[in-house]
């Protein structure tokens, strides 16, 4: 039986149009493997009609631009979505539309939601496993949609420096980087420079963290804060993991109110304490170690910090017993 990459690249084959759709509220890895994948393909299949949808981010349009596509054309198609492990997350496209659906993912899901899926939670990001699709499939890619990938690698294993950074990881990094050339100084500025408020609000963040006794920080970010720093709502949540190499902290979280959908953006980091669980109990998930929610009631926020916190006293208590 064909490995699940060259099946991928089979079913890529087959159809004419394809749609490729990431999670909503996108991170740098949704984007670019979304970008990357669509750009992939048409540069290997140019009479294809290739889409990436979902909201515009205007912090990732360095990335490249992304698509609007009829519903007419969508009977017929093949619908790929990356980095979201459940349809009620996806961005931009609903399953009934599509002829066949196709997940590329690395998150954790009890559920199969696809026609076909290649899931690795052991991978370092989504860009990480479309890499892999290119190789195993001997598919041309050029220095743009290699830089693309690499960066998408790069954001969601915060530059090597997580857990879910492998041999793999590291190979894949460096087959795009000697075989492309790519100009790292450039994809580093595009990732990781900010203007002064945005730095200014990361400020704000440290000075006002609470950290519990138990080692759990968290933060809430009303649309007051948000404004006053000139920053957008999504901003917080990109700042989540700089926090990771604070030494009280087990477990931290950030809350911010998103104003457009009336409910509350939750982002969850660990260093070494499980917490996707928790997260799935107030409507959310993700990785055993960085996860997320959205949440309607600010009484429910109150509840999942205080079962972070709760988790964190478990595990204090268990290495003492």
């Not at 743009?144 to 090597?160: C, H, P």
């Not at 990881?169 to 795009?176: D, G, M, Q, S, Y």
Request: net charge negative.
């Amino acid at each position: 039986m064909n490995s699940i990459e060259k099946q991928i690249g089979k079913k890529i084959k087959e159809y004419d149009c394809i749609v490729i759709a990431r999670h909503i509220g996108p991170d740098p890895d949704a984007v670019c493997s979304t970008i990357a994948l669509r750009d992939l393909i048409k540069l290997n299949y140019p009479n294809k009609e290739v889409y990436a949808v979902g909201l515009t981010v205007s912090r990732f349009k360095f990335m490249g631009n992304l698509d609007k596509v009829e519903e007419s054309k969508l009977k017929d198609a093949l619908l790929i979505i990356t980095d979201v492990p459940r349809f009620d997350r996806v961005d931009g496209a609903s399953k009934e539309h599509f002829q066949y659906t196709i997940k590329i993912d690395h998150h954790p899901c009890d559920e199969k939601v696809c026609d076909l899926e290649y899931v690795d939670e052991a991978a370092s990001s989504a860009c990480q496993l479309i890499a892999n699709i290119a190789f195993k499939n001997k598919l041309k890619l050029n220095r743009e949609i290699a830089s693309v990938l690499y960066t998408g690698i790069v954001a969601d294993s915060e530059r090597f420096l997580l857990s879910y950074t492998s041999e793999e990881t590291l190979h894949i990094a460096a087959k795009l980087l000697g075989d492309y050339k790519l100009d790292l100084t450039t994809i580093y500025e595009n990732l990781y420079n900010r203007d002064f408020n945005e730095r200014k609000f990361e400020a704000y963040i440290i000075n006002h963290l609470t950290i519990t006794e138990n080692g759990f920080g968290y933060i809430k970010i009303n649309e007051d804060i948000i404004k006053e720093y000139h920053v957008d709502s999504a901003t917080a949540s990109n700042m989540v993991n700089g926090l990771n190499f604070i030494k009280e902290l087990k477990v931290w979280a950030f809350s911010s109110f998103d104003e457009k959908n009336k409910l509350y953006k939750i982002n969850i980091r660990s260093r070494g304490i499980v917490i996707n669980d928790v997260a799935e109990q107030f409507n959310g998930g993700g990785h055993k170690f960085a996860s997320g929610a959205r949440i309607k009631e600010e009484e429910q926020v109150d509840a999942l910090f205080q079962a972070l916190d709760a988790r964190c006293k478990e595990e204090n208590e268990q290495k003492l017993s």
